[in-house]
Every structure is written in structure tokens, then in C-alpha cells.
């Protein structure tokens, strides 16, 4: 087995991981702490999941997910077989990592440390329900990465 082929396996990997992870967060918690704001964004606040620590996960995963498509497409690159799915995979990974750091977890701990804080209540629904929309874009990256990550994988044999 190559180095190559060993990232690649790594990359598809953390996609996968990545991907299952944002699904069930959409589908899980999301909806338990933006389904009747401000109260269900109070009342998540203590709950089981609201103690699970998000950014344990999250923080050494996401450049783990991001260094790893680069480190794929760089030796792919090197070995010339660089193909327009790990390309793709590679833009769309880092995309959501860096609107990640830069938009979603600002918000989110800032909605999950103070509950909403002294927030008007309109003003929090607009922010959440933003938050939520943009975030299902997040997840088509991740599902995108995931899909060119398996289908270079595949490729590579």
C-alpha cells in the first residue's frame, strides 16, 4: 500500500466521520435546541445532550478532516492521479471547515453558553434559524467531500 493510498483511506475516513456526525446533528440536536426559541434554546441548556462536549469532538477533528483532503490531494498530485471528485472533495472540505471556525461555532457557543442571553427573542430566532438554514448547506459540502472522497478511493483501487 502506498502513501497515497494510506492518506486517501485516512481522508475517506474523517469524511465519513465528519458526514455521520453532521447528520446526526441536524437531525438530532439541532432540532432540540432552535424548534420554539428562546425557550427550547433555555430549556436544551442543562439537558443530557447540551452536556455532551461538542467542541471535544469537534475542535481536533476539523483540521484533522481538512490537513487530511490536503495531504490526499497533494500526493495524489505528486503521483499524478489527481481526478476531478478529489478535487471537488478537497474544495468542499476545506470550505466547511474554515465557514466552520469562522461563522458556526462562534454562533453556537455563544447560543449554548448563555442560553440566548439577554438576546431579544426575535432577534434570536432570525440568528437560529439562519444558523440552521446555512447549516444544512454545510452538511451538502460535507456530503459532496464524502462523496469524492469514496469515489477517489474507489478509483484508486
Not at 106 to 112: D, M
Not at 122 to 128: K, M, S, T
Amino acid at each position: 500500500m502506498t502513501l497515497y493510498t494510506s492518506v486517501l483511506w485516512f481522508y475517506a475516513l474523517m469524511a465519513t466521520l465528519i458526514f455521520g456526525a453532521g447528520v446526526y446533528e441536524t437531525l438530532v440536536v439541532h432540532p432540540a435546541w432552535s424548534r420554539k426559541l428562546p425557550e427550547s434554546l433555555r430549556g436544551f441548556v442543562g439537558t443530557p445532550v447540551s452536556r455532551m462536549n461538542f467542541s471535544a469532538f469537534w475542535v481536533p477533528v476539523n483540521p484533522l478532516y481538512s490537513l487530511s483532503a490536503l495531504a490526499a490531494l497533494g500526493l495524489a498530485l505528486r503521483a499524478g492521479n489527481l481526478g476531478a471528485a478529489l478535487i471537488v472533495s478537497t474544495v468542499c472540505a476545506i470550505a466547511a471547515v474554515v465557514w466552520t471556525f469562522l461563522y458556526f461555532r462562534p454562533i453556537i457557543e455563544r447560543f449554548l453558553e448563555t442560553g440566548g442571553g439577554n438576546t431579544p427573542p426575535e432577534r434570536l430566532q432570525i440568528v437560529a434559524h439562519r444558523w440552521v438554514r446555512l447549516n444544512r448547506i454545510r452538511v451538502g459540502l460535507t456530503t459532496i467531500s464524502w462523496w469524492g472522497a469514496l469515489s477517489a478511493l474507489a478509483t484508486q483501487g
